[in-house]
């Protein structure tokens, strides 16, 4: 009878105490952005906290959030001296943002080393973001763009509330890019950012090869990338009328890719099919628009003008970076098994060799409701 009692006493005390490793939600660091760079022989580490208490309105004060910053040689060992500087325990839960300087995209190694540790290391989520920047990430964590307290959250909120397809032509999650670099061997883009006149803009991308930053696709190109994508919807194509720009506000938008062998040569032929609305005119010379041939020759130079637009950034993704950030490769690997059986153990050379060819069909479904 008493070791029964004994034991009924046991199991009771057993679920009236709390958890032994129970962590408190103020004694913990939740980090909403993180950012990594080269500091010669050491990774620097830049992480932006929220100052939980001011921020629950627990405890006086501004600052709603803070930064620490941490040197060591792995980010694995960075994380764990985070503790000497700090009363609070480290937690990646909720972070948004990583941000990759430019000088840590230099070094080979850096890249190969984080992201093994973010692919074993379940805390960090598959859907954080990753950005790129000419600069460090240390100074754009720092910034403050339009008053703003947390930088991660102003940057993750870029991407998540902007419905234009340009934008999320960019965006690239972390477990998208970790199997993308995998599959590719090292290939693959990341959106730039910048803090310019206190805003912090999406400028572009960073493109990497081979796991080490090759150069900067130019933002001017992020319209027609987007066209190759897919991803063209809101966008606009401009094209001139006889003095006058025209503005065609793109409501809808395919791209398909065909592939073909001649003679040793890849040959890929993209087609853009897209309709949607002209956003504007001349007032006095509105009534034109109603003229159905006329019509037809806009569509004819919008088409021309996307061609044009999309030709130019092919040359520069074949030439200056070498890299098949189109796609290409998994839509070949889809669509014609025969062409992608002669060229998958050698792709990127043949997709800087191939003939590509862009055709673009325009319709104009609307110019108006008054006459």
């Not at 939740?30 to 022989?41: E, K, P």
């Not at 130079?301 to 074949?318: F, R, V």
Request: net charge negative; hydrophobic share 40%.
């Amino acid at each position: 009878m008493k070791i029964k009692v004994i034991v009924i006493f046991i199991i009771c005390s057993m679920f009236l105490t709390g958890c032994w490793d129970k962590v408190e939600l103020n004694d913990r660091a939740y980090v909403i952005s993180l950012a990594l760079d080269d500091i010669g022989d050491l990774l620097e580490v830049t992480y932006t906290i929220p100052n939980l208490p001011v921020i629950t309105a627990q405890s006086g004060g501004e600052a709603t959030k803070f930064i620490k910053v941490t040197k060591a040689e792995t980010l694995a060992q960075a994380n764990r001296d985070f503790g000497k500087k700090s009363n609070l325990r480290i937690n990646f839960d909720h972070t948004k943002v990583i941000i990759f300087g430019a000088d840590f995209l230099q070094n080979t190694d850096n890249l190969k080393k984080v992201l093994d540790h973010f692919d074993r290391n379940p805390e960090y989520s598959k859907s954080l973001l990753l950005l790129a920047t000419k600069e460090t990430g240390k100074k754009l964590l720092q910034a403050v763009p339009n008053g703003e307290e947390t930088t991660g959250i102003y940057l993750s909120q870029v991407f998540i509330n902007n419905s234009l397809e340009t934008v999320s032509a960019k965006t690239i999650e972390l477990g998208d890019f970790i199997s993308r670099m995998y599959s590719t061997e090292g290939n693959g883009v990341m959106p730039n950012i910048i803090f310019e006149d206190n805003e912090v803009v999406v400028d572009g991308l960073a493109v990497l090869r081979e796991y080490q930053l090759k150069g900067w696709l130019e933002d001017q190109y992020m319209t027609p990338y987007s066209w190759v994508l897919g991803k063209g919807k809101e966008t606009i194509a401009l094209v001139d009328m006889q003095g006058v720009l025209v503005p065609y506000e793109i409501s809808d938008l395919t791209s398909k890719m065909k592939f073909d062998m001649q003679d040793g040569l890849l040959k890929i032929k993209i087609e853009i099919i897209c309709e949607g609305d002209i956003a504007e005119y001349i007032f006095e010379d509105k009534d034109r628009l109603f003229n159905t041939d006329y019509i037809k020759n806009i569509e004819k130079e919008i088409a021309l003008s996307m061609e044009e637009d999309i030709d130019e950034l092919i040359d520069i993704i074949q030439d200056e970076f070498g890299v098949d950030i189109i796609n290409a490769y998994n839509k070949v690997k889809t669509s014609n098994r025969k062409v992608w059986e002669l060229t998958h153990s050698n792709w990127e050379d043949y997709f800087r060799a191939a003939s590509i060819e862009v055709e673009s069909k325009v319709s104009i479904r609307r110019v108006g409701l008054s006459k």
